[in-house]
């Protein structure tokens, strides 16, 4: 038996041994551990149900194994028989269009959808009352059938039975929408869904040259083509110019996989600060637990033991235990999508079958073995520096200083490990990499924050009190609590601070700011001919309004300085630039809202080559500059277009603006609809109604938004997500009070040690409790405000910065801070302290 394994099994048996003793010491540990494995393998797991669950559905999702789309216009008999060739096809179309009562009394904006026959290729349309979609939609009568869904019927006070006017069309409501089997695939919508058939589409007459239309050709494969890339080369050599966007049921409903995607690196990140959190508590309670085995220690060196294996006998003490809180944790992870089964179900309409995620515990597991052992070498190596004489007098080792090189390389390569699973197991690495600089920037902040606060104590006038002058001392003396204190609440109460400050700016300005700077209507859809008469009956309602009109289509960026485009290479925030079809205008002069950032532009009356004018923020994320190409397909012919500047767009106005703007010579001939909206600040609420009624009653097939209902419903959004971060944030909050709770047991030790003393004395029980609330207090209201400064300007960022919306700092989120801080820091810390106030003397002075 080599030398090397002999020590290990002597350091193992040794190690059992000791823990005949039970958890005690290391139920904080223990909780720590838990929490944040725990938090990590549930995000994960519960991701890997969602994203499984759609992944097993996907033709369900799409309704059918590969999906061609158009905008703005239909197939040509060329292309549709192409896709024909290919498999059975079922066309649908879709708008945003306003419905209303045939008596004009009231309306609302709705997805319209147009199906044909054969639809759904894949999965089920469900309605109540359960008929073929065939019935549900037959003319009969004069009437076409339409298939609604409940918040219609909500809006508008209407039963089953009830008629309405869609453009030019009578429907008549026959069934209200259970389950749309592609709803998923569809995207988010702003407003109920209304089904029709294509038949009733195309008499409402709402499908003209330039609207805002989408076709959809969905295929069930005679035989398989590849994945999307290989049917996409293969769709753009047979039709170069189509324009089409294509979806394999591979990836049915990509921009959903992406939110959950990065929600989940989100969590997961946040459940890794309190795992991190919980690796101070971890040092805490190791350094502590050595402390009380420091005879022990000295014992085993006056037998001979080697200090490594000395270390290794607590160190493998420490895995065993940490490997029951990863147990803990990983039960956690894995009951939770069974827990969630039931509200998944509400929000997916797809079945997801939960399961247990072995890769996503995994990395759990490796998330809380990296963050026990980086969090527990380092008191280890000071535990090794425990001399023999220890056995024969009670000796701390608070002033050993930073231990041997060889602790500091191993807890140097454990955090380095730490910080490279959380990037490679991240969905954007660059994200990670910023919470990790973060995370650090942190520690050495609260690092100097404690150091700051300890000198301060140290150079403050001598003040008559006696209680406080005993809780400034405390601050700064050795072995004091100042620094376990500040780390431990210090990251905790920035992160909810952040997260408090980002959901309170979001609320202000969906509920107030935006509302008022933002106009009141954005009319789609207005041909060319409508627009004189449309200008009429808007200044006849609204007299005092501002009414902006510009010139609209829609283009898909195809290429790059002839490239093809890229989403992989260009950051998240910039990837909506990229994702499907884009507003796009012309126009002679800079528009409102922007200024001409880099280049120059171009004059009255051009005639030049296509020039375009690309919004700056997104330019400079994409990587674009003045003077390069932009390839965009619009109406089927692709457009190259050089970029002649770079606009400042601002876009928190929610006013008309575009990514880009044109040259007129661009689009000279071409076929387009307006867009236009109505600025009325002092419009009341049944005014903005009149308006709505009367364009939509003269021009029905002219879509009317009204921002306000708009943002209600980014509103309602923003509040369940934000629902969830809190949750998340106080899972790190949680990991707070527990690290601060073992802060304060690890320092009872030595806070017995100063009663005994005080009391011997001459100090009273008053006294005591009155410097340890001074000391608290002090301790809390600084970390209070460490939290305030650092989470305000993390928010500032997260807000200013890539929201591109006002940051205030809020009020009555500070005030909490300090309130919670300060309940936080005091009554735990006396709550840990009363017990050895009452500890006899005579014990502790013995061992003094």
């Known amino acids: 038996m080599s030398r090397a394994s002999f020590r290990l099994r002597v350091a193992l048996r040794l190690a059992l041994r000791e823990m005949r003793g039970g958890l005690k010491g290391f139920y904080i540990f223990l909780a720590c551990i838990a929490l944040g494995v725990g938090a990590i393998a549930a995000v994960n797991s519960l991701s890997r149900t969602m994203t499984d669950a759609i992944a097993s559905e996907g033709r369900s999702i799409l309704a059918g194994d590969v999906r061609f789309e158009l905008n703005n216009r239909e197939a040509t008999p060329a292309e549709a028989e192409w896709l024909a060739g290919l498999g059975t096809v079922s066309v649908s179309t879709g708008l945003r269009s306003m419905v209303r009562l045939p008596d004009g009394a009231d309306q609302t904006l709705a997805e319209v959808r147009g199906v044909d026959g054969l639809y759904p290729l894949y999965g089920t349309l469900e309605t109540e009352p359960k008929q073929p979609s065939a019935d549900l939609l037959a003319e009969k009568d004069g009437a076409f059938g339409a298939i609604a869904a409940p918040l219609l019927f909500e809006r508008l006070g209407l039963k089953p039975g009830a008629e309405l006017l869609l453009g030019k069309a009578k429907l008549r409501l026959t069934a209200s929408l259970v389950n749309e089997p592609d709803?998923?695939?569809?995207?988010?919508?702003?407003?109920?869904?209304?089904?029709?058939?294509?038949?009733?589409?195309?008499?409402s007459g709402l499908i003209q040259t330039g609207s805002l239309v989408e076709h959809a050709y969905r295929i069930r494969l005679k035989a398989p083509l590849g994945d999307e890339d290989a049917i996409s080369a293969l769709a753009t050599k047979a039709f170069p110019d189509a324009g089409w966007s294509i979806r394999t049921s591979e990836r049915a409903s990509p921009s959903l996989t992406d939110n959950i995607a990065r929600f989940t690196q989100f969590l997961t990140?946040?459940?890794?600060?309190?795992?991190?959190?919980?690796?101070?508590?971890?040092?805490?309670?190791?350094?502590?637990?050595?402390?009380?085995?420091?005879?022990?220690?000295?014992?085993?060196?006056?037998?001979?033991?080697?200090?490594?294996?000395?270390?290794?006998?607590y160190f493998v003490q420490i895995l065993l235990i940490a490997s029951i809180g990863i147990a803990i944790g990983l039960v956690i992870g894995?009951?939770?999508?069974?827990?969630?089964?039931?509200?998944?179900?509400?929000v997916l309409p797809v079945s997801a079958a939960p399961s247990v995620y072995p890769s996503a515990l995994g990395l759990a597991a490796l998330f809380g073995y990296l963050t026990t052992a980086a969090f527990a070498i380092l008191p280890l190596g000071h535990a090794r520096e425990v001399p023999a004489t220890a056995l024969f007098r009670e000796q701390g080792f608070e002033k050993a200083g930073l231990p041997s090189w060889p602790y500091l390389l191993g807890a140097a390569i454990t955090l380095a490990a730490l910080a490279a699973l959380a990037v490679f197991s991240a969905h954007d690495w660059r994200i990670a990499v910023v919470f990790l600089v973060a995370i650090g920037a942190a520690f050495v902040v609260l690092r100097l924050?404690?150091?700051?606060?300890?000198?301060l104590a140290r150079k403050s006038p001598r003040v008559r009190s006696p209680a406080l002058r005993l809780a400034i001392g405390n601050i700064y003396r050795p072995g004091a609590l100042t620094a376990s204190v500040v780390l431990s609440l210090g990251l905790g109460l920035a992160l909810l601070v952040t997260l408090a400050l980002i959901d309170g700016?979001?609320?202000?300005?969906l509920?107030?700011?935006?509302?008022?700077?933002?106009?009141?209507f954005f009319f789609v859809d207005i041909q060319s001919a409508e627009r004189d008469g449309f200008r009429n009956i808007v200044r006849q309602q609204a007299p005092n309004g501002e009414l902006t009109e510009v010139?609209?289509?829609?283009?898909?960026?195809?290429?790059?300085?002839?490239?093809?485009?890229?989403?992989?290479?260009?950051?998240?925030?910039?990837?909506?630039?990229?994702?499907?079809?884009?507003?796009?205008?012309?126009?002679?002069?800079?528009?409102?809202?922007?200024?001409?950032?880099?280049?120059?532009?171009?004059?009255?009356?051009?005639?030049g080559e296509p020039l375009v004018s690309f919004s700056a923020k997104e330019a400079g994320e994409i990587g674009l500059k003045v003077g390069d190409k932009v390839t965009v397909n619009v109406l089927g012919r692709s457009i190259t277009a050089k970029i002649a500047n770079l606009r400042a767009v601002d876009w928190e106005s929610l006013s008309i603006n575009f990514v880009m703007v044109f040259s007129p010579n661009t689009f000279k001939g071409a076929p387009h609809a307006w867009l236009a909206t109505l600025s009325d600040p002092g419009a009341s609420a049944q005014q903005e109604g009149a308006v709505l009624r009367a364009v939509t009653n003269a021009y029905p097939t002219i879509t009317s938004v009204r921002v306000k209902d708009a943002l209600d419903t980014a509103n309602r959004l923003v509040g369940q997500i934000t629902t969830a971060i809190r949750a998340a944030a106080a899972i790190a909050l949680v990991a707070s009070v527990l690290v601060l709770a073992g802060a304060l047991a690890a320092g009872n030790r030595a806070r017995a040690h100063d009663a005994?003393?005080?009391?011997?004395?001459?100090?009273?029980?008053?006294?005591?409790?009155?410097?340890?609330?001074?000391?608290?207090?002090?301790?809390?209201?600084?970390?209070?405000?460490?939290?305030?400064?650092?989470?305000?300007?993390?928010?500032?960022y997260v807000v200013s910065r890539i929201m591109n919306l006002r940051s205030l700092f809020l009020t009555d989120v500070a005030v909490t801070t300090v309130v919670v801080a300060l309940v936080m820091t005091v009554g735990i810390g006396l709550a840990g302290t009363w017990r050895i106030l009452g500890q006899k003397a005579a014990p502790m002075l013995r061992e003094l």
Do not use: H
């Open 756 to 796: 005994v003393i005080l009391k011997t004395l001459g100090g009273t029980r008053r006294l005591l409790i009155r410097a340890f609330t001074y000391e608290y207090l002090i301790l809390g209201f600084a970390t209070a405000v460490f939290s305030l400064l650092s989470g305000g300007v993390a928010a500032w």
């Open 505 to 509: 700016n979001l609320r202000r300005e």
């Open 511 to 520: 509920g107030s700011t935006l509302p008022e700077r933002a106009p009141n």
């Open 183 to 203: 709803a998923l695939s569809e995207g988010f919508g702003f407003a109920p869904r209304v089904m029709v058939s294509r038949d009733a589409l195309q008499a």
């Open 449 to 455: 924050v404690a150091a700051g606060i300890s000198a």
């Open 269 to 313: 990140l946040v459940g890794l600060t309190a795992l991190i959190v919980g690796g101070v508590g971890v040092a805490n309670a190791v350094r502590a637990f050595l402390d009380s085995k420091r005879s022990t220690i000295a014992a085993f060196k006056c037998l001979g033991a080697p200090g490594f294996v000395v270390t290794l006998i």
């Open 334 to 346: 894995a009951v939770t999508p069974l827990v969630a089964a039931g509200f998944l179900r509400d």
């Open 551 to 607: 010139p609209m289509l829609r283009g898909r960026i195809l290429a790059f300085n002839g490239e093809a485009v890229n989403a992989s290479n260009v950051p998240p925030t910039a990837r909506w630039v990229l994702r499907g079809d884009r507003g796009v205008t012309y126009s002679e002069t800079v528009p409102k809202n922007s200024t001409v950032s880099a280049g120059e532009w171009w004059p009255k009356d051009y005639s």
